[in-house]
């Protein structure tokens, strides 16, 4: 057959079976809870169907946004903690060779194929009162009470970083290799010293690498819920924890799924920023064509 | 000048050791007397209480039953999507793009919960099959891009070869196209079925009252407070994921999203 057929050749049956499993199960229960979110909790905890957005107003109540901007807060200093380490731990796997380099991020991703809940639960037997951290400190004197860092905000952000930093490593790790070592010979050839070969050509040729990627550790921490849940405690709820207390705790399903439509918005906002900043049309996940 | 220095090598190698610190823990902690304490000598006895204990292997069963099935459905939903787009991926609308993305991209927490709602407004009973749903739904979109890299490196006169001698549509599919796509569909069949086993939040809010997989009795057991069977059973997990990592990166297809997490 020509190319010419082949283009305008309609979506073939097993396609469709694909595309419909989709369809019914991710994007109709999307738009069911965004659905939601326009509903109303009567006081007899039924749902009223007069469609309004009294829930997305009373979201922006003081006490959610804060929530909100707590999330982002600690979501951006969280990224920027995986981008101080994990820039460094790139740069030194760039440099290595050969096997060291495969070593070095089959090394990095082990721990991340065990099991999520325990590689939390790990930390948790780390960080506690009676964790390792602790017993070793007071052991040795360093430390006459054992130092508060679960359920602290502390505690949040070694989550966060322990739980990212290899998502971030990738991205940057993949535009240091595809930088042209002859773009740094000729800025020696030309006398620049490393100071001056790092700043003016490695870091403004991988700067979109390196945004786009922590745009892609930045996203999913705004939605965590496990993180915060288990290692930070009631007092450092992330927009998802309100969420998922709204529907659960509260009952109140139509406000919950008011907050999802939000925690949503503030996604497309940042996904929308990185396809401007990337020069990519449409949607593009950094790494999955590479 | 192809050292990096010595600062960033010492950066690089206290990152590992720290990655690992937790989980070398885990282990160590499963064969102290007293997990909380150091200094109380070694002991079996968590290890052996382990493999007396039903109702940690219940969940176990649970979650590999899960795993096998969804995997299974997964891979059968994401290869028929794969095969059927390869010439279109490069050219399939933004909508299509998003909708395939879209389980990958929406946070756990938002496809869990309007999984719940869904199921709820269809009044289907929450529990084994449900979770199964789920976890295909999500796995599916993981599975159909392996494929497509799988599909893409075919060399696609095969296809034309039999068209021309004959062979109908379905025969090509069966004949000629699956033979050459297994090793992508038995890479592709171990992420979806590593991404069921390690899922805990989908599986909390989809799984109802009555079914605990392994994360789920993970979860409750440090709600509860720690008690020395979790870590019996945390060893055991890490054993089961780092046999399944090593599947994985075993394998050409699946390696490059290993290393992708």
Known sequence: MDSKSTTTKPIPITAMVFIGWLFL?????????LGMSFLERTPVGTLSFH????????????????????????????????????????????????????????????????????????????????????????H?????????????????????????????????????????PLLREAGFDLGANRIQVFWRIVIPNIKEGVFIGSLFVFIPMLGEYVIPDLLGGAKEAFLGNVMVNQFFVMQDWPFGSAIAGLLSVLLL?????????????????????? | MRRSNPFVAAIFFIAIFLLYTPLFYLILQTFLNNPNDLKSGFTLNWLIK?????????PLMTSLEIGILSASLAVTVGTLGAVGLVEFASLLPVSIQSLIM???????????????????????????????????????????FIMLEQLKKLDPQMAEAAQDLGAKPHEILWKVTLPNIIPGLMGGWLLAFTLSFDDFLISFFTSGAG?????????????????????????????ISTFLVLLLVSKEQSRKWVLRG
């Open chain 1, 51 to 138: 469609f309004n957005l009294n829930n997305y107003i009373r979201s922006f109540q003081y006490i959610y946004l804060k929530v909100l901007f707590k999330t982002v807060w600690i979501a951006l200093i969280a990224t920027l903690s995986c981008l101080a380490v994990g820039f460094p731990v790139a740069y030194h796997l760039a440099r290595s060779k050969g096997w060291m380099k495969q070593l070095g991020l089959v090394l990095l991703f082990i721990p991340f194929w065990t099991n999520f809940i325990l590689r939390i639960y790990g930390l948790v037997s780390l960080l506690g009162n009676h964790g390792l951290i602790n017993q070793v400190l007071l």
């Open chain 2, 102 to 144: 879209l389980p990958i991209l929406l946070p756990e927490v938002i496809t869990g919960l309007s999984l719940l709602l869904f199921f709820l407004l269809l009044r289907v009973e929450l529990g084994f099959t449900t979770v199964v749903m789920a976890h295909a739904s999500f796995s599916a979109s993981f599975v159909y």
């Open chain 2, 211 to 239: 079914l605990t997989t392994l994360p789920l009795k993970i979860y409750s057991l440090m709600k509860i407070g720690v008690t020395p069977e979790l870590n019996g059973l945390s060893f055991l997990m890490i054993c």
């Open chain 1, 25 to 33: 199960m991710t994007f109709l229960p999307f738009l069911i809870i």
């Open chain 2, 50 to 58: 382990l493999f007396h204990s039903p109702s940690l292997w219940e």
């Open chain 1, 269 to 290: 906002i940042t996904l929308w920023l990185q396809t401007r900043w990337s020069r990519t049309p449409g949607l593009k996940m950094e790494g999955l064509d590479a």
């Open chain 1, 140 to 180: 040795f004197g360093i430390i006459k009470t054992p130092i508060e860092i679960l359920y602290t905000r502390t505690g949040v952000y070694i989550g966060l970083l322990y739980n990212y930093l290899p998502f971030l490593v990738v991205p940057i790790f993949s535009s240091l290799e595809k930088l042209d």
